[in-house]
């Protein structure tokens, strides 16, 4: 699992890579009422807006980590947004995208980066 | 705002022992919510008890020889009339018949006029008031007073363990007397739409008594973001989004702020435009929305009709705790405004269905009679 700086991950299988965000997002959002993911067959750049993940508060992007084409969306989501919050790095996975180049997931970082990233907020 | 140095309530401590976030509000340092969060604190209020830090908000006492008289030069409510022991909601008007601010104004003793404004707005009202009414009152603002707010279903219970006289008071009631080992004053009043109470204790006590407050199981700290949503559910406004200098409490559907017997002397700011608002009808007026599909419509979202053309736009939303979906208020033309009304609201280029339905969005509780 590799991890960006706005607290989303990224697992690979293949060249399916799925995307959530990580606990410390979760619970920095608090309770997840609403998500919206994104339509199969989209295609994203690095950066671009995959998905939103709605807080009674206000609503937060996820950015698509890494390039790709959308193939599967977690609509599950859409009964049981609480799912964000239970298992965020499994469970509550918003998309999974095909994507065309590994070197955009090695470079991002691994879990110990990632935690050391955290200590410094 | 990030640059300004943040003022802090006597309660600061507090809150962060209670595991508070602390965010910027109207220039303060306050917890928008603690460890249970905004989803868990709205619904424990409803149930509950919900404790609330309000002191950013301004008070202050008008004094002067009839400083009710003097009072109704800037509003329109009806302060003459105002009994002793009592409260109002009201709005400060502008020439334009425009909302400076909406505030509570209440007589708790003999002492002038005790009023409430909203933190954000407090500065610019004291001046306005001040302006307006020089030589009529003067206005000694409170500065060494917190706010306390304790609201939901069982927030009377817990008062009434430490004071049983705030029994005795009904909604919009208003006292000063001892209590919690000092001098306070206390409405029965809030802004969530439940029954509750305001206090306005001694900044040197106001953690004492919110720490006491804090030992009964029936209530918990509830931050700003817990605040917004219920007072959303109870169709309430929030200065700054949902009314402001150029909307009139006609279009914001605070005709009850207008007093009907002022509505015929027209004496009071902005009179011809509210008059006339009255006899043909506002331009737009604020309504409350159902979101039927989708994401919440939060402020800034715009509202269509049903050929997809815009027609207004949400001022306040998001989603409803205690009704398990997205609600709004928003501005609507007056023909597009009756209960059923189908919209749609548009978030992230979508259009959504929403339909208009009557405000509150959840029955309020206040206690009109003991």
């Known amino acids: 699992m590799r991890f960006t700086k706005d607290h989303e991950w990224v697992a690979l299988d293949g060249d399916v890579a799925t995307i959530g965000i990580t606990a410390y997002a979760a619970e920095q959002l608090g309770d997840v009422v609403f998500v919206e993911t994104p339509e199969i067959g989209k295609t994203v750049k690095a950066g671009d807006g995959l998905a939103v993940v709605e807080s009674v508060k206000a609503a937060s992007d996820v950015y698509a980590p890494i390039s790709g084409e959308v193939v599967e969306a977690n609509t599950e989501l859409g009964d049981a947004p609480e799912t964000v919050n239970a298992v965020p790095e499994s469970g509550g996975w918003f998309a999974k995208l095909k994507i065309a180049d590994k070197g955009q997931y090695d470079a991002l970082m691994d879990r110990d980066a990632y935690e050391t990233y955290l200590g410094t907020l | ?370």
Request: aromatic residues 6%.
């Open chain 2, 1 to 370: 705002m990030s640059d300004e140095v943040l003022k802090t309530t006597p309660l600061a401590a507090a809150h962060v022992e209670a595991g508070a976030r602390m965010v910027p509000f109207a220039g303060y340092s306050m917890p928008v919510q603690y460890k249970d969060g905004v989803l868990k604190e709205h619904l424990w209020t409803r149930e509950h008890a919900g404790l609330f830090d309000v002191s950013h908000m301004g008070q202050a006492r008008l004094r002067g020889v009839s400083p009710l008289s003097a009072f109704e030069e800037i509003t329109p409510g009806d302060f003459i009339g105002l009994k002793p022991g009592k409260q109002r909601y009201s709005v400060l008007l502008n020439k334009k018949g425009g909302v400076i601010d909406d505030l509570m104004a209440a007589r708790p003793d003999d002492d002038g006029l005790f009023v409430v404004v909203n933190g954000a707005c407090k500065d610019n009202d004291f001046k306005v008031i001040d302006n307006e009414l020089a030589g009529q009152v003067t206005i000694e603002r409170l500065e060494n007073r917190a706010l306390l707010a304790i609201q939901g279903p069982e927030a009377a219970a817990v008062i009434g363990r430490h004071l049983p006289a705030a029994l005795r008071m009904v909604f919009m009631d208003s006292r000063a007397m001892p209590g919690f080992g000092t001098n306070i004053l206390i409405s029965r009043s809030g802004y969530t739409g439940e029954d509750g109470y305001e206090i306005s204790v001694p900044n040197h006590q106001a953690q004492a008594i919110w720490n006491l407050l804090l030992e009964d199981e029936r209530v918990r700290p509830i931050g700003l973001g817990a605040r917004d949503s219920l007072r959303l559910e109870a169709g309430l406004p929030l200065y700054g989004h949902d009314v402001d200098e150029t909307v009139s409490p006609i279009e914001a559907d605070l005709a009850f702020a207008v007093s009907v017997k002022r509505r015929d002397a027209r004496d009071f700011p902005g009179a011809s435009r509210i008059a006339k608002e009255l006899a043909e009808g506002p331009s737009r007026k604020r309504v409350g929305l159902k979101v039927l599909e989708g994401a919440p419509a939060r402020e800034g979202a715009e509202i269509a009709d049903g050929s997809g053309a815009v027609v207004g736009v949400v001022t306040s939303g998001g989603f409803s705790p205690s009704l398990g979906y997205p609600i709004a208020m928003g501005f609507v033309p007056p023909a597009l405004a009756a209960l059923g009304t189908q919209l749609k609201v548009i978030v992230r280029g979508k259009p959504q269905a929403a339909e208009v339905v009557a405000m509150p969005f959840v029955p309020t509780r206040y206690v009109r009679k003991i």
